[in-house]
């Protein structure tokens, strides 16, 4: 479980090519889509975007592998990490560190 998502980055800044919906989801991780959603609420994977679960496709595979620290990075707003920009790079997609990230801002 991930502490402090009073904090996370979650798919931030929004790209939908990041994005899964449940369903996809609960496909990729041989899961039910109730299953990836409460993931979504304790392990920061996913947030709901106009009413509607997204799930980020980077944090799903680190959370998936195992990857902890990365996806501790990774919710953290942090897009600089070699660990965390090779999931990027497996899904195609180039990192975007969040505004807030940036300058320090919850």
Excluded at 20 to 29: D, I, S
Excluded at 72 to 93: A, N, Q, T
Aim: aromatic letters at 10%; one cysteine or more.
């Amino acid at each position: 479980m991930i502490d402090n998502l009073d904090r996370c980055f979650v798919l931030t800044p929004y790209d939908p090519a990041e994005g899964l919906t449940l369903k996809q989801a609960a496909e990729r991780a041989k899961k039910s889509p109730g299953t990836i959603r409460n993931w979504c609420g304790s392990e920061g994977i996913g947030r709901q975007i106009g009413g509607t679960w997204c799930v980020s496709k980077i944090a799903l595979e680190m959370y998936l592998d195992g990857e902890a620290k990365a996806l501790g990075r990774y919710l953290s707003g942090d897009r600089e990490s070699k660990d965390v920009i090779s999931y990027f790079h497996r899904f195609g997609l180039l990192p975007q560190k969040p505004v807030n990230a940036q300058y320090g801002l919850p």
